[in-house]
């Protein structure tokens, strides 16, 4: 059955993306990163990197003024900022761009072709880390951040053994979730996974790194 579409009442973008796209269901599932904040309704959110017009009409349905991360954002504006497939100059912007104890959500996804970006899910925590961000966390999405199912925490062993029984009954499902477990054993599923989100919080009255 084809899931059901729904049209926000303002979608009409700031940034060429178009006035009214149809926002798929599946849309809905790229804001559950509400789900592991602490905080239950981020006032203002703003978004960045390769964005498409259904991530933005999906966050604006969060908060209707969602404007994208510039270079020449102020500091102080944002609560929250989600970036999809970004740049490390786009985690820079969102980082200053952020108010103290403000978060950062990063839809990320394993690439070769970026040299200026970090390569994997894993190399982003690091990113964050880098600039300044507490509390990172790493999620796995699967089976794609596009139609995700679960929210998966790298660091809980418990959580991702589980997931990979339930991918047995899939497509060459045994085989993955072989070869997820011995990654698991050897501690690098966090280095395996293909895509996922990370998240991390500026600290209250943080001092940024450059």
Same mark, same amino acid.
């Given at each position: 059955?084809?899931?059901?579409?729904?049209?926000?009442?303002?979608?009409?973008?700031?940034?060429?993306?178009?006035?009214?796209?149809?926002?798929?269901?599946?849309?809905?599932?790229?804001?559950?990163?509400?789900?592991?904040?602490?905080?239950?309704?981020?006032?203002?959110?703003?978004?960045?990197?390769?964005?498409?017009?259904?991530?933005?009409?999906?966050?604006?349905?969060?908060?209707?003024?969602?404007?994208?991360?510039?270079?020449?954002?102020?500091?102080?504006? @944002?609560?929250?900022?989600?970036?999809?497939?970004?740049?490390?100059?786009?985690?820079?912007?969102?980082?200053?761009?952020?108010?103290?104890?403000?978060?950062?959500?990063?839809?990320?996804?394993?690439?070769? $072709?970026?040299?200026?970006?970090? $390569?994997?899910?894993?190399?982003?925590?690091?990113?964050?880390?880098?600039?300044?961000?507490?509390?990172?966390?790493? @999620?796995?999405?699967?089976? $794609?951040?596009?139609?995700?199912?679960?929210?998966?925490?790298?660091?809980?062993?418990?959580?991702?053994?589980?997931?990979?029984?339930?991918?047995?009954?899939?497509?060459?499902?045994?085989?993955?979730?072989?070869?997820?477990?011995?990654?698991?054993?050897?501690?690098?599923?966090?280095?395996?996974?293909?895509?996922?989100?990370?998240?991390?919080?500026?600290?209250?009255?943080?001092?940024?790194?450059?």
């Amino acid at each position: 059955m084809t899931p059901p579409e729904i049209r926000p009442d303002q979608t009409a973008g700031r940034d060429g993306l178009g006035s009214d796209p149809v926002l798929p269901l599946q849309s809905w599932q790229r804001l559950d990163w509400r789900f592991l904040l602490p905080i239950l309704e981020p006032r203002h959110v703003g978004y960045g990197g390769s964005v498409d017009a259904p991530l933005v009409a999906a966050v604006r349905l969060l908060d209707p003024d969602a404007g994208r991360v510039a270079p020449d954002t102020g500091g102080g504006v @944002y609560d929250m900022v989600i970036l999809a497939s970004p740049s490390r100059s786009d985690l820079a912007h969102a980082v200053v761009a952020l108010r103290p104890g403000g978060w950062v959500c990063a839809e990320v996804r394993r690439s070769s $072709r970026d040299r200026a970006a970090p $390569r994997t899910p894993w190399g982003w925590r690091r990113a964050f880390v880098a600039a300044g961000l507490n509390d990172v966390e790493v @999620y796995w999405h699967p089976p $794609r951040l596009e139609a995700s199912t679960r929210m998966v925490p790298v660091a809980s062993a418990t959580a991702v053994r589980n997931t990979l029984r339930r991918h047995q009954a899939v497509r060459f499902g045994w085989a993955k979730s072989a070869v997820g477990g011995t990654a698991l054993k050897l501690g690098l599923f966090a280095l395996a996974i293909s895509e996922g989100s990370v998240v991390g919080r500026r600290a209250d009255g943080a001092d940024l790194r450059s």
